[in-house]
């Protein structure tokens, strides 16, 4: 047997242990409660059986057919691939995170794109209350709960990903009215998440693309398994200017797959802006960054509006600028709305 071969044939191996060795059980033990929950709404509300089986694989699994790994295929049909990275390993772990990271399969050194569960569960979370305080949607996006409630829901998640400790979102208040939007306000929800949760694919999908894996710096970084020993694993460092490349990049393949779709250059820069804003507030509750290989949130939305381009006044992006501007300047208004009780 040829060695490549052999090579291949390990790094498959590699690649399948892999992805069932790391993971964090705290966020495995979450999913599944969240699992539980859909079944139980779904069995109140009659929903078809076959619709619940499907509905509860794609956002909640892990795996092939998977929601995260639909988007990833999607992805894939996007970008110009050469014959190295044709080959590339995409892992999904269930493990707490916005973000994923890149490395090299130890026989080949094929490149391998690691992304967290967590991403579709934060995203979703994340997007549903930045649309509760940004209002962008021309009448109140929701009509359930008052903007302080979406602002202790978002520092709330914020914590909870900085803490690693994601049983804190079965106890947030602003989700209990998923599902009772309808029409436009669900439909711009689902799409904004879509657009959010590829352009963190996209953007690992620029490291490889754009051959950032090719300078082989690599820092440890230690991932908890399955077993709830913990392992370090050797990523790819990337340089801040490179971050921003990928960005970059994420944003205009994401533009250039919605050519024909309706949604405007202005949309997808919404969709990043309330992901960067999400991570603002994480970075400020958290007091940590990692500016040794990533700007800041900030940094990235800044980049990001402008290759976007200034839009009109009334222009959904303006509503992050906003939102920063607000953040930044008006601490006693945020600790008065975070101190109030609910009023829902």
Not at 32 to 61: F, K, N, S, Y
Not at 132 to 142: Q, S
Not at 223 to 237: Q, R
Request: hydrophobic share 45%; with cysteine; proline share 4%.
């Amino acid at each position: 047997m040829p060695m490549t071969i052999k090579a291949e044939e390990a790094d498959d191996r590699w690649a399948t242990q892999f992805a069932s060795r790391i993971g964090d059980p705290h966020y495995e033990a979450v999913r599944l409660q969240l699992e539980v929950a859909l079944a139980e709404r779904a069995d109140e509300e009659g929903w078809d059986a076959d619709m619940t089986a499907t509905l509860r694989a794609a956002a909640l699994g892990v795996g092939p057919d998977s929601w995260l790994d639909v988007l990833f295929q999607e992805a894939i049909k996007e970008v110009s691939l050469d014959d190295e990275t044709m080959s590339l390993y995409f892992v999904q772990i269930p493990a707490a995170g916005l973000n994923g990271f890149a490395l090299r399969a130890p026989a080949t050194g094929t490149p391998v794109i690691v992304l967290n569960h967590g991403l579709v569960a934060y995203v979703g979370h994340a997007m549903h209350m930045m649309l509760g305080l940004t209002g962008m949607t021309g009448t109140p996006y929701c009509a359930h709960h008052p903007p302080e409630v979406f602002l202790r829901d978002l520092v709330a998640l914020a914590d909870g990903v900085a803490a690693h400790v994601p049983a804190f979102m079965l106890a947030l208040k602003s989700p209990e009215c998923f599902s009772d939007h309808g029409g436009i306000a669900n439909e711009l929800h689902h799409a904004l998440c879509t657009i959010a949760e590829l352009f963190v694919i996209f953007h690992e999908l620029g490291h490889v693309v754009l051959r950032h894996h090719d300078a082989g710096d690599v820092r440890a970084v230690t991932i908890d398994t399955a077993g709830g020993l913990a392992i370090d694993v050797d990523v790819l460092n990337q340089a801040q200017r490179q971050e921003l490349e990928a960005d970059r990049f994420a944003f205009e393949a994401l533009v250039a797959m919605n050519a024909d779709t309706g949604l405007e250059v202005r949309d997808i820069a919404f969709a990043a802006g309330c992901l960067f804003a999400f991570m603002h507030v994480g970075e400020l509750r958290a007091a940590v960054h990692e500016f040794d290989s990533h700007p800041s949130a900030f940094q990235r939305w800044e980049h990001l509006r402008s290759i976007a381009g200034r839009q009109d006044k009334n222009s959904w992006t303006n509503s992050i600028d906003y939102f920063y501007k607000w953040w930044s300047e008006g601490d006693s208004a945020i600790v008065e709305l975070l101190g109030r009780p609910d009023s829902d």
